[in-house]
């Protein structure tokens, strides 16, 4: 009888334990809080950025070319009309969605692409009017003068007083022999550069590079190799960029109106292959520094900051996505907001981390790419006690 007793006991207890790391194990564990991942959306083709309107509808795009709608948590079976053209070829194709910051009343909605040019193809931004689930009105408000098939850039943001901005990468161009005449150190083109333009395209008089001679008026910052994350700090209005070294060196850096961030002439990275040096230093008087450097890279993606309720412990932090890392990154700031202080790893394992965002709702959002183009999902983080 007491054996049986025992078996039971014992069987039991087994279920006990099974069914709790049944339910735990979808649970992360990081510095302060903790979460599990659900999914919001699936079957979509390399998903590539998310925005949210004001009637909480989620906007996501598509690399090959298509604007899907996410209403009451479900994804529409349309794409959205209206989308122009895309270059969809290698790194190029569409890029980010951002509505005006106005958009209840003007119903404006941003998207960066790559667009076929006369003998290759270069970022581009149109603006149109959603109304209806479809896209009218498209006019093109910028085309970077620059050409090429990868570093597109194409990361938009608008900041307090409703300027816009654009990353433009240096399009692949080799980085080799005399290191100052590289594109991205020239600024007559916007090869390696950040834009700031008023919300129609026109050049704000104040850009640092007006009335300089043979300067591009749009340009912001300079000196960069292929931005791919680009986040405001709503808590200082500070620009923060992430942009993808060569083999080693992926870059945090705050933007400073006017600065030189370096490439090809500073940086941690090397030759593919090769493993020869690219850069002349890692540092160097006249170019800006960054505020963290990936080395081996982690292929940074989308940039977001930490806000709202979900996460209080996590606030004011900076989390920037990995694509061969598979991961983000939780970049603590100093009370200033300006310093970092320290990093953790907070999503591994997830897949190719393409975009991240802090939705409306507080709670963080992924959108995990497949490069092959195989259907991925958007997920979740929510935190669990």
């Known amino acids: 009888m007491f054996q049986h007793l025992t078996r039971i006991a014992a069987s039991c207890l087994l279920l006990a334990v099974t069914t709790v790391a049944s339910a735990q194990q979808d649970i992360y564990y990081a510095a302060h809080h903790n979460y599990r991942v659900t999914t919001v ?22 690399k090959p070319g298509r604007l899907r709608v996410i209403r009451d948590g479900r994804l529409l079976p349309e794409a959205v009309p209206g989308i122009p053209d895309v270059y969809y070829e290698g790194q190029g194709g569409l890029f980010e969605v951002l509505p005006h910051p106005d958009f209840e009343n003007n119903r404006w909605l941003y998207l960066s692409y790559s ?23 498209v006019v093109e408000i910028f085309a970077a003068q620059a050409s090429g098939r990868s570093h597109y850039g194409g990361k938009m943001a608008f900041d307090a007083d409703g300027y816009l901005y654009l990353t433009a990468g240096d399009r692949q161009v080799p980085s080799t022999g005399d290191l100052s005449a590289h ?5 007559s083109n916007h090869h390696g550069v950040i834009v700031r333009l008023n919300d129609d395209g026109t050049v704000p008089s104040d850009n640092p590079m007006v009335g300089q001679a043979g300067a591009l008026p749009e340009i912001y910052s300079y000196g960069h190799r ?23 060196g992926d870059e945090l850096n ?35 520094r960054p505020a963290r450097v990936w080395v081996p890279s982690i292929a940074t993606s989308g940039l977001a900051v930490v806000e709202g309720d979900k996460f209080p412990r996590w606030h004011g932090s900076i989390l920037a996505g990995g694509l061969a890392g598979e991961q983000v990154a939780r970049i603590e700031l100093a009370d200033d ?19 991240v965002r802090v939705g409306p709702d507080g709670y963080i959002y992924l959108a995990i790419e497949d490069r092959a183009g195989a259907p991925t999902n958007l997920v979740r983080l929510e935190p669990v006690e």
């Open 337 to 355: 907001y300006r310093t970092v202080v320290r990093e953790e790893t907070i999503a591994y394992g997830l897949g190719r981390v393409r975009d």
């Open 183 to 187: 594109p991205a150190q020239d600024l």
């Open 226 to 248: 292929s931005p791919q994350g680009l986040v405001i700090h709503p808590e200082t209005g500070d620009i923060w960029m992430t942009e993808h070294g060569p083999q080693g």
């Open 115 to 137: 667009k076929a040019t006369a003998d290759s193809s270069t970022t581009a931004i149109v603006r149109g009017r959603f109304e209806n689930d479809r896209l009218t009105n």
């Open 41 to 62: 959306a699936e079957g979509l083709s390399q998903p590539w950025s998310m925005a949210w309107l004001p009637n909480g509808d989620m906007l996501v795009t598509e």
């Open 254 to 288: 705050l933007i400073v109106p006017g600065a030189n961030y370096g490439w090809p002439v500073i940086g941690y990275g090397v030759n593919y292959v090769s493993g020869t040096p690219i850069h002349e230093s890692i540092s160097r008087t006249g170019f800006e």
